[in-house]
C-alpha cells in the first residue's frame, strides 16, 4: 500500500499565495516523476507540474511563471508553491506520483486531494 497525503489548501484573495504538499508512503522502492493535477467544478482534471526524478520541472501554461513546483527526494515530498492567484486557480488539486514498490511492481498512486479556492 502506498499513501499520498496532501495539505495545504484553503481559501486565499486573488493575488496571493499558498503552497500544497504532498507526502508519500508505504511500499515504496523508488517515485520516477511526482505531478501535480486539478479539477475545476465541470472540467476536466488538467495537469498543472511534474517534477521528474531527474530533476526536470514542467508546468501547464497557465502557471508558467506564478507556479513553483519542488522535491524532496530523501522524504518522497513534492511541494507546489503557488503565487499571484487567480479566479481560475480554483479547484480540488490532487497529487499523483509514480511508483515502484518493493516487489517490482509499477503504479499510479493519488492523493485524496486539498480544495484551492480563490476569491475576494
Known amino acids: 500500500q502506498v499513501q499520498l497525503v496532501e495539505s495545504g489548501g484553503g481559501l486565499v484573495q486573488p493575488g496571493g499565495s499558498l503552497r500544497l504538499s504532498c507526502a508519500a508512503s508505504?511500499?515504496?522502492?523508488?517515485?520516477?516523476?511526482m505531478r501535480w493535477y486539478r479539477q475545476a467544478p465541470g472540467k476536466e482534471r488538467e495537469m498543472v507540474a511534474s517534477?521528474?526524478?531527474?530533476?526536470?520541472?514542467d508546468y501547464t501554461d497557465s502557471v508558467k511563471g506564478r507556479f513553483t513546483i519542488s522535491r524532496h527526494n530523501t522524504n518522497n515530498t513534492v511541494y507546489l508553491q503557488m503565487n499571484s492567484l487567480k479566479p481560475e486557480d480554483t479547484a480540488v488539486y490532487y497529487c499523483n506520483a509514480r511508483v515502484r514498490s518493493w516487489n517490482g511492481f509499477d503504479r499510479d498512486c493519488w492523493g485524496q486531494g486539498t480544495q484551492v479556492t480563490v476569491s475576494s
Open positions: 517534477f521528474s526524478s531527474g530533476g526536470r520541472a
Open positions: 508505504g511500499n515504496i522502492f523508488s517515485i520516477s516523476a
